[in-house]
């Protein structure tokens, strides 16, 4: 199974620091947020990445290169102007082939083990999503499940984490290097019943403001 990062986005929220440096270029613990990713990635065997960029790309690939020094082969799939989850995905698919593929948030940080996401996407289901408690930025949660099926309607709603495993036809209508948002195709997808989920309680943190990057590198520095 193939994975890919995002890392088009412009990180609008943590300026000045994206103003000169892309968001998954921002360390902790002394390094960047995307290679935490990569390591993790190709420790749990994913060895074929996919990365798409847009706002100061040219950082990401002169950091990152082909992948040899984790032990992955890194492909790019660079946008002009950056094309929403869901475009930016659509704009890769000739990278990420005909199968299901992992999807993960360059902006985020988890210790996640990708491994048991492998085979979470059985036929017909279009979508498996990795849901997580409410972080206090996100009270009102995203969707709510019934059984292993996630739903847009119900009480007890869930955060999507910025996880998920997908299958290229979710994004079949979609028309390449136009912007889409992904929330739309996963809740028609979800009226079908074609949306699963799983509930992860270990660690996890989004970092979209200069706030919550500085706390969770305090959080290094003191270990």
Known sequence: MKAMILAAGRGERMRPLTDHTPKPLLKIGGKPLIEWHIERLSKTGFNEIVINHAHLGEQIEAYLGDGSTWNVSIQYSPEKVA?????????????????????????????????????ALPPPNLAHLVM???????????????????????????????????????????????????????????????????????????IGTPERLNSLCETFSSR
């Open 132 to 206: 997580i408690d409410n972080p206090p930025q996100h009270l009102n949660g995203d969707f709510s499940s019934q059984g292993n099926k996630l739903t847009v309607d119900g009480d007890n709603k869930l955060t999507f984490s910025g996880i998920g495993v997908y299958h290229p036809l979710l994004f079949k209508e979609l028309e390449l290097g136009k912007a889409a948002k992904l929330s739309p195709l996963l809740k028609a997808a979800m009226l079908n019943g074609l949306v699963t989920g799983q509930h992860y309680r270990g660690m996890w943190h989004d």
């Open 83 to 119: 094309l929403e989850t869901a475009g930016g995905i659509a704009n890769a698919l000739s990278l990420l082939g005909n199968t299901p593929f992992l999807v993960v948030n360059g902006d985020t940080f988890t210790d996640i083990d990708f491994s048991q996401l492998r085979e």
